[in-house]
């Protein structure tokens, strides 16, 4: 019913900076939030940010407030994660996903209905 895909993920030195889109398609009006996760080998997927469809409030997990920002185009279905600063420990592959129930709980993957394939993202020293 709804598709999300994930783009703009590539190699990119410490400091430099990458901005991740993702594109919904499908039945999309309903999407409450729209969430950034992401994932490591061998380790778990770990909420980045997040952010409402209508008023655009934004969360961010503690580890990349400051140097991500998350944002939305609402005319074309688009979520963004503008990745300033990067870190080798910013290396993982990052996941679109949309929520669709109203509540305040951003930071769980289970909050989420939709997710997209992911997007490499790897940092050099």
């Known amino acids: 019913q709804v598709q999300l895909v994930e783009s703009g993920g590539g190699l990119v030195q410490a400091g430099g900076s990458l901005r991740l889109s993702c594109a919904a398609s499908g039945r999309t009006f309903n999407i409450y939030a729209m969430g950034w996760f992401r994932q490591a080998p061998g380790k778990e997927r770990e909420f980045v940010a997040a952010?409402?469809?209508?008023?655009?409030?934004?969360y961010y997990a503690d580890s990349v407030k400051g140097r991500f920002t998350i944002s939305r185009d609402n005319a074309k279905n688009t979520v963004y994660l503008q990745m300033n600063s990067l870190k080798p420990e910013d290396t993982a592959v990052y996941y679109c996903?949309?929520?669709?129930?109203?509540?305040?709980?951003?930071?769980?993957?289970?909050?989420?209905?939709?997710w997209g394939q992911g997007t490499q993202v790897t940092v050099s020293s």
């Open positions: 952010i409402t469809w209508s008023s655009g409030s934004t």
């Open positions: 996903a949309a929520k669709y129930d109203y509540s305040k709980n951003y930071y769980s993957l289970l909050a989420y209905r939709y």
